[in-house]
């Protein structure tokens, strides 16, 4: 097993409800560390840029607006195999197919507004994570 980092967003419908406390509980649970953490709004042009990827696909707009529409927890995530662990600890992007006890499937409203980002892919995580903070926030 290999130690990782992966990003975790808490989503605006999850922080408007005051989630964040209880979605950390999980992550921790989940046997992962929260070594970095940022409280924000993203800007229009921040989350179009984090979302690029998903420019040409037809929710894309939709995405953007729903993740600029409050504050959201940015979180630099570490442990064994962070990236995988922390898809299990999330649950089906869909919470309707999630597995009991994940994230999604306790505090998701729908496919949409599903309370947490978490990265694909060890690649994506780095990247996602240089896109929030710079090394200095991470040492140590």
């Known amino acids: ?81 962070a990236v995988a662990k922390y898809r299990e600890v999330m649950g089906d992007t869909d919470p309707a197919n999630a597995a009991p006890g994940t994230i999604r499937a306790e505090y998701a409203e729908n496919i949409g507004a599903n309370s947490v980002h978490g990265s694909d892919s060890e690649e994506n995580a780095k990247i996602e994570i240089g896109f929030f903070f710079d090394e200095t926030e991470l040492a140590g």
């Open 1 to 81: 097993m290999v130690k990782q980092r992966t990003l975790s967003i808490i989503k605006p419908d999850a922080t408007k409800r005051n989630l964040a406390d209880a979605i950390n509980t999980k992550i921790k649970e989940g046997g992962l560390n929260i070594v970095a953490r940022k409280d924000m709004q993203l800007t229009q042009d921040q989350a179009g840029s984090f979302y690029e990827v998903h420019k040409e696909r037809p929710f894309y707009g939709e995405l953007v607006e729903f993740m600029t529409s409050g504050p959201v927890v940015v979180q630099v995530l570490e442990g064994e195999d």
